[in-house]
């Protein structure tokens, strides 16, 4: 798989040839990558022009692409679609996924991302992490009492001081936004991938979402994303610049602890959403492979 993160920020040109992308900006050399070595390209430019044989080449070599708004946050994602070989099979035994089984893989799930968050704490040397590991216990199937929403609460009241995920006006929740977007089409990537339809989530159920399953195997990813905001140093910050963005797209390069092997976080993704389909199959929420946070570098 590709492993090259890709971010085209000038007004350009982009072509294939030679099995590689073919990068032309304006007022520049141009310049060659390989499309094996691509994981994730991201557009941050509407002056960029490209042609239906390139997006059909992405496609081929499984590449993401992910398009951003006048905000510069991602707005749209582009990635291969059900070329798994025993999609069909699949998709039916996703469908008919019983409501229990869907309850205690989300019960999995919770559990993950509370303990997660617990460990970002943690290594931050913030006080709550104890607290959030006694929640993680206590979370039942289908997470009936909402101990996800609790642990959120106390979670974000130790992480910051007088933060609010609502306020428009913070830097560090357009920053989370913008990380939070890659990392769910990442996901959608690996979940398309691993033979199951987006769409059709395990415990989000919107028919107004396309991304319902995304948004669930994502959840015990978004720590990861906020141990990268909460290292980074936000002072005198207004908006969310190249340098920076740059760095908040690296959360795909972090190393997960997956059942005690270190592995990157993009790779994670397929692992998870692999081990989704395999637990829908045979009908066992305990292998569903999750990843946990480990210490990380500082993201200053």
Not at 254 to 269: A, N
Request: net charge neutral; with cysteine.
């Amino acid at each position: 798989m590709g492993w090259r993160i890709v971010q085209i920020t000038k007004p350009c040109k982009l072509s294939i040839k030679d099995k590689q992308l073919l990068y032309l900006p304006q007022d520049e050399a141009e310049l060659k990558i390989p499309l094996e070595d691509i994981s994730v390209l991201i557009f941050e430019n509407k002056q960029i022009s490209l042609s239906s044989y390139l997006l059909s080449e992405l496609a081929k070599y499984g590449i993401v692409l992910f398009s951003c708004d006048s905000s510069h946050i991602p707005s749209g994602t582009f990635f291969p679609f059900h070329n798994h070989s025993r999609y069909s099979e699949i998709a039916w035994l996703q469908i008919e996924t019983s409501e229990p089984l869907k309850k205690r893989i989300w019960q999995e799930i919770v559990k993950a991302k509370i303990k997660n968050q617990a460990e970002v704490l943690s290594v931050l040397n913030k006080d709550g992490a104890k607290k959030l590991q006694e929640i993680a216990k206590t979370v039942q199937s289908g997470d009936a009492k909402n101990a996800e929403a609790f642990a959120a609460g106390l979670y974000w009241k130790n992480l910051w001081n007088n933060f609010n995920r609502h306020n428009e006006a913070d830097i560090r929740n357009s920053a989370l936004d913008y990380g939070y977007a890659i990392i769910r089409g990442a996901m959608a990537r690996a979940i398309v991938g691993a033979g199951l339809l987006p769409c059709f989530g395990i415990h989000h159920a919107n028919k107004l979402n396309s991304f319902n399953l995304a948004d669930d195997l994502m959840e015990p990813f978004r720590p990861f994303l906020d141990y990268q905001v909460a290292t980074m140093n936000w002072d005198n910050i207004t908006e969310l610049s190249t340098d920076i963005k740059h760095k908040l797209v690296g959360v795909l390069t972090q190393t997960c602890l997956l059942e005690k092997e270190e592995i990157g976080l993009l790779y994670c993704c397929e692992l998870e959403a692999s081990s989704l389909a395999k637990a829908i199959k045979n009908k066992s929420p305990t292998e569903l492979k999750i990843p946990m946070l480990k210490k990380l570098p500082l993201f200053q």
